[in-house]
């Protein structure tokens, strides 16, 4: 059964810094390209950042391209979203996803002006 379970979310003041971690479990990490999304309040899920299982190439939003920095653990089955420089529309729950297939519970950031 393969779990993704996201973690590191919270209220923060705009400019602030906050790093999510998607720990996964029941696949082959390895082989899985991992990727961040978020929803926020009305809108649809929107893509944020992906890297590339087989050569770690990573790709961004444009709206996060520069503030945002996905990576991964390979030996801990995780990968992690590093978010500076944080604004009001960042809010949203954030999700973990692997493969195009498997979907995180999500993790709330909030950013206040």
């Known amino acids: 059964q393969v779990q993704l379970v996201e973690s590191g979310g919270g209220s923060v003041q705009a400019g602030a810094t906050l790093r999510l971690s998607c720990a996964a479990s029941?696949?082959?990490?390895?082989?899985?390209?991992m990727g961040w999304y978020r929803q926020a309040p009305g809108k649809e899920r929107e893509f944020v950042a992906r890297i590339s299982w087989s050569n770690f190439n990573t790709y961004y939003a444009d709206s996060v391209k520069g503030r945002f920095t996905i990576s991964r653990d390979n030996a801990k089955n995780t990968v992690y979203l590093q978010m500076n420089s944080l604004k009001p529309e960042d809010t949203a729950i954030y999700y973990c996803?692997?493969?195009?297939?498997?979907w995180g519970q999500g993790t709330q950031v909030t950013v206040s002006s």
């Open positions: 029941g696949l082959s990490f390895s082989r899985y390209t």
């Open positions: 996803n692997a493969g195009g297939d498997y």
